[in-house]
């Protein structure tokens, strides 16, 4: 269940963008990469089709 859903735009800080930068390799577009950074240090919950974001420790709803 999805307890809360993000408004947009969201601001980006600096720990999520050194956490973006510690993702894996298989993050190649930048804007996955802020996305599941802001996910993780928040608790949020990402809603994708995408392969590679469940393989990283964040929430994800499949759709």
């Not at 993050?27 to 996305?35: G, M």
């Not at 950074?37 to 990283?56: N, S, V």
Request: net charge positive.
């Amino acid at each position: 269940m999805c307890r809360r859903i993000a408004e947009w735009p969201r601001s980006s800080g600096a720990g999520h963008g050194v956490r973006a930068g510690r993702l894996p390799g298989h993050h190649r577009d930048p804007f996955d990469r802020i996305l599941t950074a802001q996910a993780q240090t928040e608790g949020m919950t990402i809603l994708t089709r995408d392969k590679w974001i469940p393989t990283d420790d964040v929430q994800i709803m499949s759709v």
